[in-house]
């Protein structure tokens, strides 16, 4: 095992074929899991609920609990691996998040803002009558609204509009929406909810996590006290990438445990040196 390799710990978010757009089996996925050391592997498949969306219907979810199951069978020994959804929320269709996770048990549960009044971040469609604060304002608005649930274990890589919104706005400053943050942050305390560092953007070719690592201490600063990592992972090779980066970040915020979920209990342990 590499040195880099002794860095990885946990990766909780991680797709497979159970996902629309994901590009390898949750087999193959536990097997580039267990080769480079990770501990504990928390699948996020994409459930979707806008009826005008092509992949609303996608996600079957006895399907993937079988092949969560089949994981297990075969990895369990050296691997935690735990069944998780990545819920995209808009407040139009909350009703039918509930109900749907009521009626489906998973490990826990990432909220996530992809879409705001069906139009996606930051595409030309979503950006007509907008300026940049107001782009990103509303959606750190809906974020907010998704916090305020209460359905969601983890906020799923705050900023992502960031994804899309430097091409359309240009460079993207956490410190020109402070107080949106700290709105939203404040909505967070005293709930359970974790904060994801999501290494994506790092694979992606952005040079930056989502959230920022700026919005990360003000996080910390506020009194948030959960951080999630994921990788956000849908082929092997994004795996557990740059954990040692993420790691690092949260120690750098004075974040020394990182949560993980069983049946949606949450536990903290150790961030992984």
């Not at 240009?170 to 909505?187: M, V």
């Amino acid at each position: 095992m590499t040195n880099e390799e002794k860095l990885y710990s946990v990766d909780y978010q991680v797709h497979s074929y159970c996902s629309h757009d994901g590009r390898s089996s949750i087999h193959e996925q536990c097997l580039r899991a267990v080769r480079i050391g990770l501990d504990e592997i928390g699948f996020t498949e994409h459930k979707d609920f806008d009826p005008f969306d092509p992949e609303v219907d996608y996600f079957d979810y006895d399907r993937y609990r079988k092949e969560i199951d089949d994981a297990r069978n075969v990895f369990g020994s050296a691997l935690k691996i735990r069944a998780g959804i990545e819920i995209d929320y808009q407040i139009w269709f909350e009703d039918r998040i509930a109900t749907y996770l009521d009626r489906h048990p998973f490990d826990f549960v990432l909220g996530s803002v992809h879409y705001v009044n069906r139009k996606m971040l930051m595409t030309d469609d979503y950006n007509r009558g907008r300026t940049r604060d107001s782009a990103y304002r509303d959606y750190f608005s809906a974020v907010k609204d998704s916090v305020k649930t209460g359905m969601f274990d983890v906020l799923a890589h705050l900023e992502y509009a960031n994804r899309r919104g430097v091409s359309a706005w240009g460079p993207y400053d956490p410190h020109h929406f402070e107080a949106e943050l700290l709105d939203l942050f404040a909505c967070m305390s005293g709930t359970p909810m974790a904060l994801e560092i999501n290494t994506a953007g790092l694979h992606q070719g952005l040079g930056i996590t989502y959230p920022h690592l700026y919005t990360v201490q003000l996080f910390a600063r506020a009194g948030g006290n959960r951080i999630s990592i994921g990788s956000d992972a849908h082929h092997p090779d994004q795996l557990g990438h740059a954990y040692g980066h993420a790691a690092d970040m949260a120690r750098s915020c004075g974040f020394d445990r990182v949560c993980t979920w069983n049946e949606r209990q949450l536990t903290e342990v150790p961030i992984s040196a």
